[in-house]
């Protein structure tokens, strides 16, 4: 767990350090530039700096380990983490969206500024990088199980398309379609909504205690059947706790076993299960005679 926690911090440190100079590079080419879908793509990566910090906060406290007021530990945090920063995207994608639309609606009776080709390069520059961080963050996230890593990798990608949003609509603007900027900016809206649903259903269904993934199962149903003392499986039941697995499990044995063999045979199922499938927090098994 020591080793999951400075992986995610790494990383999450990492996407810190990148987020906060793509924020101040693409804010300054949007001033400099007059691009208003440029300053929205800025405000977006500037909401990754709190996001990222959110991520990190969670990370940390749900690897506390279980104490007297929390028996079954702290692992639900990370999912907390995950809808504060899903409330902190869509925030951020309503104040973008309300620019936007007023900025669309003043056309008609404004002229709107025509972005610079500073506008362009920045645009170019943060999806390149943003996808990378994507990808990379991503990897990890999979690598440790991590929901909030996971939802900042998300929050990474939804800024390189947020940036492809603004490109075009740059690019649009500066060949006669200066209301383009301001569509691009509504687009980019739509792109963090969008990132922030999926990040809160996800945090959500992990916190109402969601079965385990159907292929998870069927691993875990292949490697029960696989001892030569249980017969069959009576009840499996898998619950999602944050970033981990709970099991509760009952099979049947032979009834005629005596007790210290039933203890044995479940003990060693027990151990097995816990330290094939790390995701496993906890395994309960229930002994059947047959």
Not at 200 to 218: C, L, Q, S, Y
């Amino acid at each position: 767990m020591e080793k999951q926690i400075q992986i995610a911090m790494e990383v999450s440190q990492k996407s810190l350090a990148v987020n906060i100079i793509l924020s101040v590079i693409k804010f300054a080419a949007g001033v400099v530039a007059n691009s208003g879908a440029m300053i929205s793509d800025a405000i977006h990566s500037a909401s990754d700096v709190f996001s990222t910090i959110i991520v990190m906060i969670g990370v940390k406290l749900s690897a506390k380990e279980e104490d007297e007021d929390h028996p079954y530990g702290h692992e639900r945090l990370e999912c907390v983490a995950a809808i504060i920063l899903a409330m902190l995207l869509m925030g951020t994608g309503i104040l973008i969206g309300y620019e936007s639309v007023e900025k669309i609606l003043a056309a008609e009776t404004e002229t709107l500024p025509t972005p610079g080709t500073l506008a362009v390069a920045a645009a170019a520059v943060s999806i390149i990088v943003k996808e990378a961080m994507f990808w990379y963050t991503r990897h990890f996230a999979k690598l440790i199980k991590s929901e909030a890593l996971m939802a900042d990798a998300w929050h990474h990608h939804s800024d390189s398309l947020s940036s492809v949003g603004a490109l075009i609509g740059i690019v649009g603007a500066r060949m006669g379609l200066p209301v383009l900027d301001p569509v691009a900016g509504l687009f980019i809206c739509f792109f963090i909504a969008k990132a922030a649903f999926d990040i809160f259903k996800d945090a959500i269904e992990k916190m109402v205690d969601h079965t385990g993934d159907p292929a998870f199962e069927n691993a875990l149903k292949e490697k029960i059947l696989s001892y030569a003392e249980i017969n069959s499986i009576d009840l499996l039941k898998t619950r999602e706790f944050g970033n981990r697995i709970y099991v509760e499990l009952e099979v049947s044995v032979n009834g005629q076993l005596p007790l210290i063999d039933a203890h044995e045979i479940a003990h060693k199922v027990h151990d097995d299960i816990e330290n094939t499938f790390p995701q496993v927090k906890h395994i309960m098994i229930h002994l059947n005679p047959c």
